[in-house]
């Protein structure tokens, strides 16, 4: 069995992994790269816009046999979650290609299409994985295992052929709301030994640092709220469903009413088959704003009217303004100048819950400006989706694997301070076990 990383041997974001036997070929992931040399941030909106000849000329997209050309194409490609460090070149592979992908995880590129520039999922492409029942492709079989990350549905992916089994953590974390997930993966793997542990370690640079659970941040936000006497804002991603969960929850204990936009309408719409989520067109402390971007926008106004219910309680910036203090209100920057009309209620708070990197934009640095010239504040509210170095060596001391490859980090020679086994391989690399 061969596997190549294409890219994350020395990278967070961008996966791309290669398996090969003799009969059967699969890709894993094939995420657009966050990072440029040195760790300065991609321009995500631009890579968006560049066509697939821009993609491959700049060198992002890698160079693997039959996907992005018409050669002889692989057997399946498998994503682990809908972000698009690990979806973001799809729409630029090879039509023929089947797409396996989990229940969650094809919600959320439904959602990330309709509202967010994302990748879709073509219908005639698109192959369901459930967890923990394999799936046979070729002479391999794959087990698909949910793990606890920053987006509903994300997985990971024991694969097992020629005598060999591979173990693919994809993105996963062991502080979220469903901290289980991970002691479920090391039950049903502890029978058989593990060749190749293909793990994440974005956060091995920096072994000290440590974060809240989901849950203590929950009760972070509830501080938060109930300190704020104004409008309280709210930033985060709706695909992150923990946190969506911790902010409505938070909401409801203040006494407050969630507005939602579109987008995470949408989500919370996609979720009523997953589990007890509250719906808006059927809660009381729960209504929707549109934007004005999404009002104006035709194709937003046909989708509005295709997917959302009349029954929809839908609230407006005036009323808003009338009595800030009722509302906790999902915010995004944009909305600064066409909703509020560059100006927020007297002490406006907004409760940042995303990575921080990007208060550092021009759109961001503006909304702190305002906010504080509104007698309020942003403050961050925030945990990684990714698990703290010390858990992820102990996920790994736990898997025990005869050979330890890191992906996703831009620190892999970390683990070995604590692993002999650790194998250094390089983008494109072919490793052969």
């Given amino acids: ?209 440590r974060g809240p659970t989901e849950y203590e941040l929950e009760e972070e936000i509830v501080r938060k709220i109930e300190e704020s006497p104004g409008l309280v804002l709210a930033s985060f991603s709706p695909q992150h469903v923990d946190r969506l969960v911790a902010f409505l929850r938070a909401t409801k204990r203040t006494n407050r009413i969630f507005v939602a936009d579109p987008y995470t309408a949408f989500i919370l719409r996609l979720l009523r088959t997953e589990g007890s989520y509250p719906q808006p067109d059927s809660t009381e402390w729960i209504k929707v704003y549109f934007t004005k971007w999404f009002k104006e926008n035709p194709r937003k106004s046909k989708l509005r009217k295709r997917i959302f219910s009349e029954r929809l309680s839908g609230v407006g910036i005036q009323e808003i303004q009338m009595n800030p203090q009722k509302y906790m209100m999902i915010f995004r920057p944009g909305m600064l100048t066409s909703d509020w009309e560059d100006a927020f209620p007297p002490r406006t708070c907004c409760a940042y819950s995303r990575w921080e990197g990007y208060l550092k934009t021009p759109e961001w640095e503006l909304t702190r400006e305002r906010l504080s010239q509104s007698g309020g504040e942003l403050s961050v509210v925030h945990t990684s989706g990714h698990g703290y170095a010390g858990d992820l060596v102990e996920f790994v001391r736990s898997m025990n694997p005869v050979n330890l490859i890191p992906i996703h980090t831009f620190h892999a020679e970390a683990y070995r301070e604590s692993f002999p086994n650790v194998v250094a391989v390089k983008d494109g690399e072919r490793f052969t076990f």
């Fill in 1 to 209: 069995m061969d596997l190549t990383i294409h890219r994350g041997t020395r990278e967070i974001g961008g996966n791309a992994v290669e398996i090969t036997t003799g009969q059967t070929r699969i890709i894993i992931d094939l995420g657009m790269p966050l990072f440029k040399s040195q760790e300065e941030p991609y321009d995500s909106n631009l890579l968006r816009r560049m066509t697939k000849a821009e993609l491959q000329q700049s060198g992002i997209l890698p160079r693997i046999p039959g996907v992005f050309d018409e050669g002889n194409p692989p057997d399946a490609i498998l994503i682990s979650h809908a972000h698009e460090d690990h979806t973001g070149l799809l729409n630029h592979t090879n039509q023929s290609i089947p797409i396996y992908v989990g229940v969650g995880t094809s919600k959320m590129m439904l959602a990330g299409s309709l509202f967010a520039m994302q990748p879709g999922l073509p219908r005639e492409r698109h192959r369901i994985l459930i967890p923990q029942i394999p799936v046979q492709i070729g002479n391999l079989k794959i087990t698909p295992f949910l793990v606890d990350h920053s987006i509903f549905g994300a997985m990971a992916f024991l694969i097992e052929g020629e005598g060999k089994r591979i173990f693919y953590s994809g993105d996963l974390r062991f502080h979220g709301r469903k901290p289980g997930m991970a002691k479920e993966i090391l039950k049903a793997i502890s029978n058989h030994p593990i060749d190749v542990l293909l793990m994440e370690g974005t956060h091995l640079g920096d072994p000290e640092k």
